[in-house]
């Protein structure tokens, strides 16, 4: 037999001697050398991997390993064949083996820029942004004409907060590639990001015009950022077009959060954010599930979330926070987002049981944090927010997953277990909509912190407002503001002549163009004033000189409404069929004014004209809210915790039992 191999062995390095490439004699070569247990020569090492790289691009990529690793066991120091094991591992979806062979090869190969430049894109796919960087920033310093160096590069330093250092990476990239599409659409997200909105415009225009293998996600960015700027000439036709995108299947890269503000239902909300989900985290592997082994105390509640600073979240969980019931649960802050030093940040940090800071982990480290600290159930506050990091949870570091109010909608992965929401937003036949078991809080979903204060209220004059006449108010963001509500808004200026629509003033180019917006539906440009922001007990103190705040749909007021409510100021809603137009409907009915969710336009009209005309009755509505305001359940906060430690206490005795998420009404203990 060992003959008869040795034979076969001469027989195929004959053959190969006038034929190199011969693949039936590599592969007569290659099986007799196994059997025997023989390494091969060197050179028959870079062949065997050679050999390999042919099988991958064959799609045969599991063959194709075992012969990288046996040419790695010949000649264990020669970086290319660690560099196509590399490209093996990454097409079989093991990243985090592909990222070190390509590492070694980095190695090995010192002056090879596409190793560390392979390296650091598998790198950023884990999270490892800091390695990341630092490999890509290799590769670029090796070959400053490699395109893919700069595309990777900038996402990587976008992804680390540094815009501006992203947009020169990416017009480093467009400088060598023109025609580029990509590079103009991630130079597009950088300069929005980087607050730069009326730029990021012609960058996604030109990466559409150029074409792109998904042209979804960057067509809801530009959607989103002509709503942001009150660009409206076009943007009908843009819309239509990209809820033709979802509704076809033809996109996985649409924001979920942006296409809430197309109104196209609950459906096909849901089958935009499934698609975006299994796109944003494909190749993560989940961690076994966790149990409950025994008797268990106090459930340990984990809050994940990058808003652990002076922002609207945080503003509605602090005093939970703190009225949590240490005996029922011990809760732990898992924060990826930035430090800045403020007090909201120290009073959240203060109030947790834990605090853990995540951002310098990668997803997969962050999990395996999360999965250390044996945390029973996991509560994710961001969803597809801005900032939101979906592949922590996706690793399935805790037992028991959920998403609750950041994000209002599906996050359509299975991963999450539950949905946290109430009967008014989340009806529980809406179900079918959503991915998640949908759990119902007694009174509101939104909790609230009773000791925001409010400042001394400024005069109208400074602020801009007429001493006297009606303030329609909303300080909604302008991408809330559809062109068919603002012409239900001018008819209404028109109809009450000494009145005046307050609103934020989000954008220097929003403002003018919703003041041209108003000249042509027959309304004085002056009739809009626009408040700056300004600090919170500031801002709260704007709302007592309204008289009337009108939402907005199909994306309504979530924190602004239960700040408008807190301050004393009515809010006028109409729910749609989402949960995004259904929070103020909620909000009202938790503050004593259920009668302001109305039921179509037509009557938020009617309605807002009314009340116009009726200064006595608006009054008594805002005397009720302050009547209210101590004991409304919508400001009731040990309400609230308790019935939310009910609904954890529930998903937890669901799992233990070893039944699978189910929908559940928690009932009010007063």
Same mark, same amino acid.
Request: proline share 7%; aromatic share 8%.
């Given at each position: ?8 062995? +001469? ?10 490439? #011969? %693949? ?8 007799? =050398?196994?059997? =025997? ?8 090492? !870079? ?5 390999? @790289? ?15 690793? &046996? ?38 190969? *010192? ?9 650091? $894109? ?21 070959? *400053?004409? =490699? !395109? ?74 530009? !959607? ?23 509704? +076809? ?59 652990? /600073? ?5 503003? =509605? ?12 649960? @011990? ?8 430090? #800045? ?46 900032? &939101? ?22 996050? +359509? ?57 009606? $303030? ?33 003033? %989000?954008?220097?180019? %929003? ?14 440009? #002056? ?11 500031? /801002? ?14 199909? !994306? +309504? ?25 259904? $929070? ?81 009404? $928690?009932?009010?203990?007063?």
């Amino acid at each position: 037999m060992t003959a008869d191999l040795r034979a076969r062995i +001469g027989a195929c390095r004959a053959a190969l001697a006038t034929a190199p490439g #011969d %693949s039936a004699a590599l592969a007569g070569l290659f099986g007799a =050398l196994d059997a =025997l247990g023989e390494p091969g020569t060197p050179a028959e090492a !870079v062949a065997r991997s050679a050999f390999g @790289e042919a099988l991958r691009r064959q799609g045969r990529a599991a063959e194709a390993e075992a012969h990288h690793r &046996a040419a790695l066991s010949w000649l264990p120091d020669f970086g290319g064949n660690h560099f196509n094991l590399g490209l093996t591992l990454q097409a079989l979806g093991r990243t985090a083996d592909a990222a070190d062979a390509y590492g070694e090869a980095a190695r090995l190969m *010192p002056r090879f820029a596409p190793a560390p430049c392979n390296q650091g $894109v598998l790198l950023r796919a884990l999270g490892r942004r800091e390695a990341a960087e630092a490999a890509l920033r290799r590769a670029v310093a090796l070959d *400053p004409t =490699l !395109v893919p160096g700069w595309l990777n590069l900038g996402a990587v330093v976008q992804g680390l907060g540094r815009e501006t250092a992203a947009a020169g990476c990416y017009r480093n990239a467009l400088a060598l590639r023109p025609d580029l599409a990509e590079a103009h659409a991630n130079l597009g997200l950088a300069v929005k990001e980087d607050g730069r909105v009326v730029d990021s415009l012609p960058a996604f225009e030109r990466a559409l015009a150029l074409g792109l293998p998904d042209a979804g996600g960057v067509l809801a960015q530009l !959607v989103q950022q002509m709503r942001h700027l009150g660009r409206w000439d076009g943007l009908a036709e843009r819309s239509t077009q990209l809820t033709a995108l979802v509704r +076809g299947g033809g996109t996985r890269q649409v924001h979920p959060w942006i296409f809430l503000g197309e109104g196209a239902g609950p459906a096909a909300e849901l089958d935009c954010a499934r698609r975006y989900a299994d796109w944003r985290t494909q190749g993560i592997a989940a961690m076994p599930v966790r149990r409950a082994a025994g008797p268990h105390g106090r459930l340990r509640v984990g809050y994940l979330s990058a808003d652990y /600073h002076e922002h609207a979240t945080a503003a =509605l969980i602090a005093e939970l926070i703190e009225r949590h019931d240490r005996n029922r649960v @011990e809760v732990i802050g898992y924060s990826y987002g930035p430090d #800045d030093g403020g007090p909201m940040r120290r009073r959240l940090t203060a109030a947790f049981d834990g605090f853990v800071n995540l951002a310098a982990l990668s997803h997969a480290e962050a999990a395996a944090r999360i999965r250390a600290d044996r945390v029973d159930i996991l509560v994710d506050l961001k969803g597809y927010t801005q900032h &939101a990091r979906p592949e922590i949870a996706a690793h399935r570091p805790a037992p028991v997953q959920v998403q609750w109010l950041g994000y209002p909608g599906t996050m +359509g992965a299975g991963f999450i277990d539950y949905v946290i929401g109430d009967p008014l937003v989340t009806p529980f036949d809406h179900q079918p909509f959503y991915a998640e078991r949908i759990v119902q809080l007694p009174l509101c979903y939104q909790p609230n912190d009773r000791s925001r204060p409010i400042g001394p209220p400024p005069s109208r004059a400074a602020c801009g407002l007429p001493e006297r006449g009606m $303030v329609f108010c909303c300080f909604n963001a302008a991408y809330k503001i559809t062109p068919a509500l603002f012409d239900l808004w001018c008819r209404l200026l028109r109809a009450v002549p000494d009145g005046v629509l307050w609103l934020l003033d %989000s954008h220097p180019e %929003s403002s003018a163009n919703l003041r041209r917006e108003a000249a042509r539906r027959g309304v004085v440009e #002056d009739r809009l004033v626009f408040a700056p922001r300004r600090p919170p007990a500031e /801002h709260l103190a704007r709302y007592r000189l309204a008289d009337l705040f009108l939402d907005t749909t199909p !994306v +309504g007021a979530h924190t602004t409404a239960s700040d408008a409510l807190w301050a004393g100021l009515p809010v006028l809603t109409v729910p749609g069929e989402g949960f995004a137009s259904r $929070v103020g409907a909620s909000l009202l009915r938790a503050a004593g004014l259920p009668e302001l969710a109305v039921r179509s336009l037509a009557d938020y009209e009617a309605t807002a004209l009314r009340l116009a005309g009726d200064p006595d009755g608006l009054a008594k509505l805002k005397a009720r809210l302050a009547a209210e305001r101590g004991r409304a359940p919508l400001f009731d906060t040990d309400r609230f915790a308790r019935a939310l430690e009910r609904a954890y206490a529930t998903m937890w005795d669901i799992h233990t039992v070893g039944k699978p998420p189910r929908p559940f009404f $928690v009932p009010d203990e007063g």
